[in-house]
């Protein structure tokens, strides 16, 4: 399967504690992007990645939240101190920037809960 | 800020046609989208239309954009029960994509 995967593909927690999720890309994808999608709405985009670099942050992306790409491939969500209001399904996206083509790759989503 | 509106739901019969409409208000939006949603199961790129386009057909979807209205639509002809799902309406807003609620579309036999 060479899609964009998400690890794991659900969590449960408790409140407070912290919780870090992995998002592998295409291979060939430059841009990696992560967004939340709560139950009854459409996914709503948090950050994303050009290689190593982090271009854009929402405001959603509280200063708990933090997100990496050190290597350019790979990337990581980790939420810090959670809270119920967390519980959402995160998502994975990559694309390869050529030309104005945007074409997002979505990956299967961790859902996550917050007891 | 950026918005997309679509209608929640939609019944047909199967065999019928479904027209999901949508509406957007980022006029600079240069990509527009629909995606697939099934239940359990990621969100699926279905088909999109550059925004200097009318339309767009491939097979069974037709895509219409009227960029002076800010209006897309999706026609699924023939619609049949494996086309249950939710359909979200998506548009480019510089780097990243602003989706709809989602429209539940439902098949009646």
């Known amino acids: 399967d060479t899609g964009v995967s998400q690890d794991p593909r659900h969590k449960i927690t408790k409140r407070g504690q912290n919780v870090t999720f992995r998002c592998d890309p295409i291979s060939e994808h430059n841009r990696l992007y992560w967004y939340r999608q709560t139950l009854g709405q459409g996914p709503e985009f948090l950050t994303y990645?050009?290689?190593?670099?982090?271009?854009?942050k929402s405001r959603l992306l509280s200063d708990r939240f933090s997100a990496e790409r050190p290597k350019g491939s790979f990337s990581t969500l980790e939420i810090q101190r959670t809270e119920q209001g967390d519980s959402a399904m995160y998502l994975c996206?990559?694309?390869?920037?050529?030309?104005?083509?945007?074409?997002?790759?979505f990956g299967p989503g961790t859902r996550l809960t917050v007891l | 800020g950026e918005d997309v509106e679509q209608s929640l739901f939609l019944s047909v019969r199967e065999g019928d046609s479904s027209v999901i409409n949508c509406t957007y208000t980022d006029s600079s939006s240069t990509y527009l989208y629909w995606y697939k949603q099934e239940p359990g199961a990621g969100l699926q790129l279905l088909t999109y239309?550059?925004?200097?386009?009318d339309m767009k057909q491939d097979q069974r979807l037709t895509v219409l954009l009227n960029k002076k209205d800010k209006h897309l639509s999706l026609r699924i002809a023939d619609t049949q029960t494996g086309d249950s799902a939710i359909y979200f309406c998506a548009v480019s807003s510089a780097s990243k994509i602003i989706f709809g609620s989602g429209t539940r579309l439902s098949i009646r036999p």
């Open positions: 990645f050009q290689n190593e670099a982090q271009l854009e």
């Open positions: 239309i550059f925004s200097n386009m």
């Open positions: 996206a990559s694309s390869f920037r050529s030309g104005g083509d945007n074409e997002q790759f």
